[in-house]
């Protein structure tokens, strides 16, 4: 890039030009005068603000739509003309072709609007009855429900305050009832062994008496 415009080889770079106070830094690039004017030209339109408020286009009546093959009817002559793979369906088609209605384009639109007692928007909600608000009637109405309660309640505390109290059973406490019932049942059908003893020894009574072999002879045999 030529850089005959700048004075100063030094001044081609950005972090080599210094500001004055108050000042921008100045530009290293070639840039055009100060009247040339940046941005898009913009293209004048032929229609002005006035022959837009001063005429009116109508609107101009839709062209034809030309009609397409309906093939549901095709398939269904085809069907009764006793065919049944795709090439007779399509030897069919080429001598037979049957077309959906035309489309006819139409300059007006039709509108659809209810009935005449239709009523429009959304619904208000019925107006809160000011006499009550102003003459406390809720309060009194919310204060009459709550001593209702008070004394149903303090009626059914005086009508089972001398009966006994009952603890409510739970799914939790049958259980274990039933466990320990069955555990203790377990225990007591269970025949006590004895111990462990020599053949010799089991006709062999204690000499002392105890809480777990009792004995009719409380002596003390000397050996």
Avoid: C
Wanted: aromatic fraction near 8%.
């Amino acid at each position: 890039m030529s850089t005959s415009y700048l004075p100063n080889v030094k001044q081609a770079n950005v972090l080599l030009t210094k500001d004055d106070v108050g000042k921008s830094k100045p530009t290293t690039r070639k840039l055009p005068p100060d009247t040339f004017v940046y941005g898009k030209k913009l293209d004048m339109t032929q229609e002005g603000a006035k022959e837009v408020s001063g005429s009116w286009a109508f609107h101009q009546r839709s062209l034809d739509t030309p009609g397409q093959v309906d093939f549901k009817l095709m398939n269904k002559l085809s069907l009764q003309a006793g065919l049944r793979t795709s090439k007779e369906f399509g030897k069919f088609r080429q001598h037979n072709e049957v077309l959906l209605p035309v489309n006819r384009g139409r300059k007006d639109v039709k509108i659809f609007l209810p009935d005449d007692e239709f009523r429009y928007g959304v619904p208000n909600r019925p107006s809160t009855p000011i006499d009550k608000v102003m003459s406390m009637g809720y309060a009194e109405e919310a204060q009459y429900e709550l001593d209702q309660i008070y004394q149903t309640r303090h009626r059914e505390f005086e009508e089972t305050k001398h009966q006994k109290l009952v603890p409510k059973v739970t799914k939790t406490a049958l259980l274990r009832s039933s466990l320990n019932a069955e555990k203790l049942k377990a225990i007591e059908s269970t025949d006590e062994k004895p111990l462990f003893k020599l053949t010799k020894f089991t006709k062999v009574e204690p000499r002392t008496v105890s809480q777990v072999h009792k004995h009719k002879s409380v002596t003390r045999y000397a050996s």
